[in-house]
């Protein structure tokens, strides 16, 4: 069993939908990334947080500690938010040796 | 540019060959990652740099790998013998260590070096 977990595996969505995208992690965690990778390798880092709630644009970041859960949410979405979403831990005991979950691929159709 | 570069961006090479790959980090980070990455996988750690002293080396990262980071700013990584295995996207980052405890540790990523072993 992967320490973090997304799902789903891929998604597709049309124009102007909403999205959510979950992680689950088992391991303790000091703070949680949300990065966006498109095609050809780069890595974009969207949010780090330990707690609550983020909101940069269209992106919305949550986590429970205590569920040990996060969403990542995009609201009107666009064909330009095609890429693969990757949610990783920082692990509380070693939080340089990130953990990174499967990746989410979503694609928005016009 | 700023942010982290990576050199070469697509590499092949003949199985057995050696490869060697360079990231540049963005300049006043003190911590440097090195990540790979196969088709449909999340990254895995593989390394990191606190300035030019290697802090931890995953289990992944055979005898034939090797890193630098001999000035504390750019870093190498070395694959010697490559195998048709080790054809993956090598990835880098870098992020500024406060040292304050329970402090995040936000990793900005370059673009990637992806190596194909033929």
């Known amino acids: 069993k992967n320490e973090v977990e997304q799902s789903p595996q891929n998604l597709t969505a049309q124009e102007g939908e909403f999205i959510t995208i979950n992680c689950s992690y088992s391991?303790?965690?000091?703070?949680l990334h949300w990065l966006q990778q498109h095609p050809g390798g780069g890595i974009v880092s969207l949010f780090m947080l330990s707690s609550g709630k983020k909101k940069h644009g269209r992106l919305i970041a949550t986590i429970n500690i205590q569920e040990k859960h996060s969403s990542l949410h995009i609201t009107a979405s666009h064909p330009r938010d095609s890429a693969v979403y990757i949610c990783a831990g920082a692990p509380k005991t070693s939080y340089d040796k990130v953990i990174f979950g499967p990746g989410t691929s979503l694609s928005v159709i016009p | 540019d700023t942010g982290v570069s990576q050199n070469p961006r697509h590499k092949i090479t003949k199985r057995g060959q050696n490869v060697t790959f360079r990231c540049d980090p963005i300049?006043?980070?003190?911590?440097l990652y090195w990540y790979r990455q196969t088709l449909g996988q999340g990254p895995e750690f593989l390394t990191y740099?606190?300035?030019?002293?290697?802090?931890?080396k995953s289990r992944l990262l055979s005898d034939r790998f090797s890193a630098e980071r001999p000035k504390g700013s750019f870093s190498t990584l070395e694959i010697q013998r490559t195998e048709q295995g080790d054809s993956a996207m090598y990835l880098c980052?870098?992020?500024?260590?406060?040292?304050?405890?329970?402090?995040?540790?936000?990793?900005?990523f370059g673009p990637g070096t992806r190596l194909t072993v033929l």
């Open positions: 740099f606190q300035n030019e002293a290697q802090l931890e």
């Open positions: 980052a870098s992020s500024f260590r406060r040292m304050v405890a329970g402090a995040g540790n936000e990793q900005f």
């Open positions: 391991v303790g965690i000091s703070a």
């Open positions: 300049s006043e980070h003190n911590r």
